[in-house]
């Protein structure tokens, strides 16, 4: 079975840092494109960064830029996205996305809440 499955999300005070995870399961991370999107609360959902299957460079949205570091670990076959000075538009949802090489397939995972607030 294919999917993504993302963990880490939580409440956190301005100021503060999370890690989340992104783990895939049948598919090879190596054939993809992966990224992180996210919805905040009444929004649309909103490109945060990627990561191309055949490079290392990462693009990142630019209210990001600078705090958000995403990463990637082919032996776990997941993705990371270390957030650091968060602030409360940072709350969202953030979601997982994959991309498959050619085809096109896009597979989503199920998401996980970040809530930053005092």
């Known amino acids: 079975q294919v999917q993504l499955v993302e963990s880490g999300g939580g409440y956190v005070q301005p100021g503060g840092s999370l890690k989340l995870s992104c783990v895939a399961s049948g598919l090879d991370l190596s054939n993809y494109r992966m990224s992180w999107f996210r919805q905040p609360p009444g929004k649309e959902r909103e490109l945060v960064a990627f990561?191309?299957?055949?490079?290392?460079?990462?693009t990142y949205a630019d209210s990001v830029k600078g705090r958000f570091t995403l990463s990637r670990d082919f032996g776990k076959n997941a993705i990371f996205l270390q957030m650091n000075s968060l602030t409360p538009g940072d709350t969202a949802v953030y979601y997982c996305?994959?991309?498959?090489?050619?085809?096109?397939?896009?597979?989503w995972g199920t998401g996980t809440l970040v809530t930053v607030s005092w």
């Open positions: 990561i191309r299957s055949s490079s290392t460079a990462r």
């Open positions: 996305n994959a991309v498959e090489n050619g085809s096109g397939m896009e597979i």
